[in-house]
């Protein structure tokens, strides 16, 4: 039972075009949601994460916009760079504040 | 600060055989966690730790898998005997609170099980 689903395992953009990654979650529960971006051979490293009580957040070139009632977010990445050529994982968390993790989408981003 | 440390890196055993993982996390992070990330899959928690107690460990396959966190700070994670299945990378996270936000994920461990 995937409680979070990344239904894209893969996505190619031009640099400088805007990405797009999408994810969808089925528990009405989760109320904070994550993007973590993952290197080969790292860990995941935090990205950007927004709160059930907004709908979006932005940090420099990223922004997550968060739509409750389709139960389903987003992460907007603009202008894409090469170096942002990694696999991005959005999670979830409920009260218990455990993370819940989609399959993951490999964003890669052509010069 | 110091990241999550996580050792060893890689590790190649025999099905049967047994496996440690060794995690230390950052200094005063009171909550440490392990997930298991299985090749095109992502990161499946197994257990969460608060200081030295369990909080969570109701996905870890038990009779198999076993981890500790002695006196609240590094934490280790064993499985005994291992299955082919067990193939994975092994993270280990912390963060000041039950938080969510922003875990820290050190650079995992990965297991290969022939």
């Known amino acids: 039972d995937q409680q979070v689903k990344q239904n894209s395992p893969s996505l190619s953009v031009q640099e400088g075009r805007i990405s797009i990654l999408n994810c969808d979650y089925t528990?009405?529960?989760?109320?904070?949601f994550l993007w973590y971006k993952k290197y080969p051979a790292e860990g995941p490293t935090f990205l950007i994460s927004?709160?059930?009580?907004?709908d979006k957040n932005e940090d420099g070139r990223f922004t997550v916009f968060l739509n409750k009632s389709a139960k389903h977010l987003s992460l907007h990445i603009v202008p894409s760079q090469p170096g942002d050529s990694a696999v991005y994982f959005c999670?979830?968390?409920?009260?218990?504040?455990?993370?819940?993790f989609g399959s993951g989408t490999q964003l890669t981003v052509l010069p | 600060e110091a990241g999550v440390a996580q050792s060893p890196r890689y590790k190649i055993i025999e099905k049967r055989q047994s496996v440690a993982f060794w995690c230390n996390p950052i200094?005063?992070?009171?909550?440490l966690y392990w997930y298991q990330q299985i090749l095109g899959q992502g990161p499946k928690l197994l257990i969460q730790?608060?200081?030295?107690?369990?909080?969570?460990d109701s996905q870890l396959p038990k009779d198999r898998f076993s981890a500790e966190r002695l006196k609240g700070v590094d934490s280790t994670l064993k499985i005994q005997p291992a299955k082919l299945e067990d193939s994975a990378v092994y993270l280990c996270?912390?963060?000041?609170?039950?938080?969510?936000?922003?875990?820290?994920f050190g650079s995992g461990t990965r297991l290969t099980v022939v």
């Open positions: 996270a912390s963060s000041f609170l039950r938080a969510g936000h922003g875990y820290t």
């Open positions: 528990n009405s529960m989760f109320d904070y």
């Open positions: 927004i709160s059930s009580i907004k």
């Open positions: 999670a979830a968390a409920g009260s218990a504040r455990q993370l819940t």
């Open positions: 200094s005063g992070h009171a909550t």
């Open positions: 730790f608060q200081n030295n107690g369990v909080v969570d």
